[in-house]
């Protein structure tokens, strides 16, 4: 079974920035679409950005201009640079595979999340 694995959640001040990584054991992100999503204390999972095969991108508003998705199909990894940190961008970040149905993401497996905290 494909796992995901995250990297990269740390604690950082607002302004700051950081990189996600997310490991594929396998060589599945040039066939499946993949995003990003948070979870942050007493709230909602939420989506934060996907990428599609074609290599399409989609942002949260929250987050739109201040974070960039990418992949890289050679090393099986996917990426979330993130810019501006808020504190309100304190939360647990899931790696995703999945599709896209019309213009929805439907995330299908999921990693275990890795820890981004923003302090002020």
């Known amino acids: 079974q494909v796992q995901l694995v995250e990297s990269g959640g740390d604690l950082v001040q607002a302004g700051g920035s950081l990189r996600l990584s997310c490991t594929a054991s396998e060589a599945i992100f040039s066939i499946n679409a993949m995003g990003w999503y948070r979870q942050a204390p007493g709230k909602q999972r939420e989506r934060v950005a996907h990428?599609?095969?074609?290599?399409?991108?989609s942002y949260a508003d929250s987050v739109k201009d201040r974070f960039t998705i990418s992949r890289d199909t050679a090393k099986n990894t996917a990426y979330l640079q993130m810019n501006g940190l808020r504190p309100e961008d304190t939360a647990v970040y899931y790696c995703?595979?999945?599709?896209?149905?019309?213009?929805?993401?439907?995330?299908?497996?999921w990693g275990q999340g890795t820890q981004v905290t923003v302090s002020s």
């Open positions: 990428i599609s095969i074609g290599g399409v991108t």
């Open positions: 995703t595979t999945g599709y896209i149905s019309v213009r929805y993401y439907i995330p299908q497996r």
